[in-house]
């Protein structure tokens, strides 16, 4: 019953900002990585920025110097601070997380989130 849940997603103007969040619930867990990936329209679902427990952050080399990523382990959260939007950030954003629930590692995946960049 893992549930990742997004919020923060909305319209913006091109060079503006946006922060989004994902909460993970659904009983004791260890969440190892996180990570925020990307989906454009008629496009492959990319890699936007991962976070481990413990250790570097690695970043597209698109949003490199304008997103963040971040997480706070007790709350078990992570978020997503993107500036100097542009129209090619446009996408669905989805928040994922490598998690051992009871022993067993799995990858679980939020429903998502809208950003629209416009121009």
């Known amino acids: 019953q893992v549930q990742l849940v997004e919020s923060g997603g909305g319209l913006v103007q091109t060079g503006g900002s946006l922060r989004l969040s994902c909460a993970a619930s659904?009983?004791?867990?260890?969440?190892?990585?996180m990570a925020w990936y990307r989906q454009g329209p008629g496009k492959q679902r990319e890699l936007v920025a991962r976070?481990?427990?413990?250790?570097?952050?690695n970043y597209a080399d698109s949003v490199k110097g304008r997103f963040t990523i971040s997480r706070d382990n007790a709350k078990n959260t992570v978020s997503l601070q993107m500036n100097v939007l542009k129209p090619e950030d446009t996408a669905v954003y989805y928040c994922?997380?490598?998690?051992?629930?009871?022993?067993?590692?799995?990858?679980?995946w939020g429903r998502g989130t809208q950003v629209t960049v416009s121009s």
């Open positions: 994922n997380a490598n998690i051992v629930r009871f022993g067993v590692p799995d990858s679980y």
């Open positions: 976070a481990p427990r413990g250790g570097s952050t």
């Open positions: 659904g009983g004791i867990f260890r969440i190892n990585a």
